[in-house]
């Protein structure tokens, strides 16, 4: 089972990204996913999830308006729409999958993770 996270480089404050994480393996379309990131310096922290039916979502405050979480089952694709991206964004992004259909905040209800992608923005 293998996730790869891809579309994390460098922008300017304002600007948006668009993370893409495809699963590989197995289908992890009755599962729920989710992306983490960690700053230079902080711990890992929850960012968006997605159940697996797309009917539930659930974002940090700190990007709540600002971040998109998205699936494409056909694709076992799941997506991060990042607008409005604040120099405090910059982190290494991951994606996660669970044995759950709904998401959760806890990293720990995770048992899939990718090699993280990283996002720099700049003031």
């Known amino acids: 089972v293998q996730l790869q996270a891809s579309g994390g480089g460098l922008v300017q404050a304002g600007g948006s990204l668009r993370l893409s994480c495809a699963a590989s393996g197995r289908t992890f379309s009755n599962n729920a996913m989710a992306w983490f990131r960690q700053g230079p310096g902080k711990e890992r922290e929850f960012v968006a999830s997605i159940g697996w039916n797309s009917a539930r979502t659930s974002y940090a405050d700190s990007v709540k308006g600002r971040f998109t979480i998205s699936r494409d089952n056909a694709k076992n694709t799941v997506y991060l729409q990042m607008n409005s991206l604040k120099p405090e964004d910059t982190a290494l992004y991951y994606c996660?999958?669970?044995?759950?259909?709904?998401?959760?905040?806890?990293?720990?209800?995770?048992?899939?993770w990718g090699q993280g992608t990283l996002v720099t923005v700049s003031s």
């Open positions: 996660a999958a669970g044995r759950m259909a709904y998401g959760s905040s806890l990293a720990g209800s995770y048992s899939y």
